[in-house]
Structure formats: structure tokens, C-alpha cells
């Protein structure tokens, strides 16, 4: 293995963790809200990070990249969540629209150095990072249809409210 493809199979493992952490880390802030609504949509990201788990999880088998367990990630995923206990929801949605686009520059670059048969699910990786983009940029703004971008990614064609 060539160094460039052992620092892609790292990266795209490390990708995987993090979308692993992100879904607790979302569960973990429910905690913080007490809000329906927002523990809704909380759930809603939750799932988002999941899917995406599960959409790079096949690439990280065909590798054999071992990720480390649930138990190994979850206290680094509370760190996440005690980093960000004393935001409010509009500070925790800003937080996402001034974070996450960094990501969303990583994952399409990251798709330029993946070999053709990863880039279908490497896309849903960046089309991820977009929707949640979308939905806190949404949610600032008070839009009533916030969740449409989740929905989209989630293929969720109807409000589950
Ligand atoms: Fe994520």
C-alpha cells in the first residue's frame, strides 16, 4: 500500500468515526434542550450522522479498516457536547453554519483523492455536511421549512411532525 492510499484509507476511517460520534454527540445534546421541537430535530441529525455512518461503512469493510467501538468514541463524543452545554439553540445553529462548511470544503476535496468506486458514497458524505448547513442557515433565518434539507438527505419525502 502506497502512503497516499494508506493516509486516504486513515482519513476516510477517521471520517467514519466522527459521523459514529456525531450521532451521539446529537443524541447527547437532547439532554440540553428541553424544547420538542428542538429535540425533534435533534433526533432528525442524529439520524443524518447515522445514515451517513452507514453509507461509508461498506468502503471501511471492503478495506478492512477496523473503527474503534462505540465505547472508545462515546467519551470523545461528550466532549463535543460538554464544549458546547452553554449554547442556546440559535448559538448552537450558528455555531453549525460558521463549523461546518470547513467540512464541507475537506469531504469534496477528500472526493478528488478517492478511487471512482468510493465517490457515489463520498458525495452522500459532502451532501450530508451540506444539508445540515442548510437546515441551521434555515433555522436562523425562522424558516418554518428548516428541516427540508434533512428530509431531502434523509429521503424523507413528507414532515414528520
Ligand atoms: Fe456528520
Known amino acids: 500500500m502506497t ?51 452507514e453509507i461509508l461503512h461498506p468502503i471501511i469493510d471492503r478495506y478492512g479498516l477496523i473503527p474503534r467501538s462505540d465505547a472508545e468514541l462515546e467519551p470523545l463524543a ?13 448559538g ?17 476535496k477528500f472526493e478528488t483523492q478517492a478511487p471512482q468506486r468510493d465517490i457515489p458514497a463520498l458525495k452522500r458524505l459532502t451532501a450530508h455536511e451540506i444539508a445540515l448547513v442548510d437546515f441551521a442557515k434555515l433555522e436562523i433565518a425562522g424558516n418554518p421549512d428548516s428541516l427540508m434539507p434533512i428530509h431531502d438527505f434523509l429521503g424523507i419525502s413528507f414532515p414528520t411532525e
Open 92 to 108: 448552537l445553529m450558528q455555531g453549525m453554519v460558521t463549523e461546518y462548511p470547513v467540512y464541507v470544503d475537506l469531504f469534496k
Open 3 to 53: 502512503t497516499k492510499n494508506a493516509q486516504y484509507r486513515n482519513t476516510l476511517l477517521e471520517y467514519f468515526e466522527e459521523e459514529v460520534m456525531g450521532e451521539i454527540y446529537f443524541r447527547e445534546l437532547m439532554y440540553n434542550f428541553s424544547r420538542d421541537d428542538e429535540r425533534k430535530k435533534l433526533t432528525l441529525l442524529a439520524n443524518v450522522e447515522r445514515t451517513t455512518a
Open 78 to 90: 461528550a466532549q463535543w457536547t460538554e464544549q458546547r452545554k452553554h449554547l442556546n439553540w440559535q
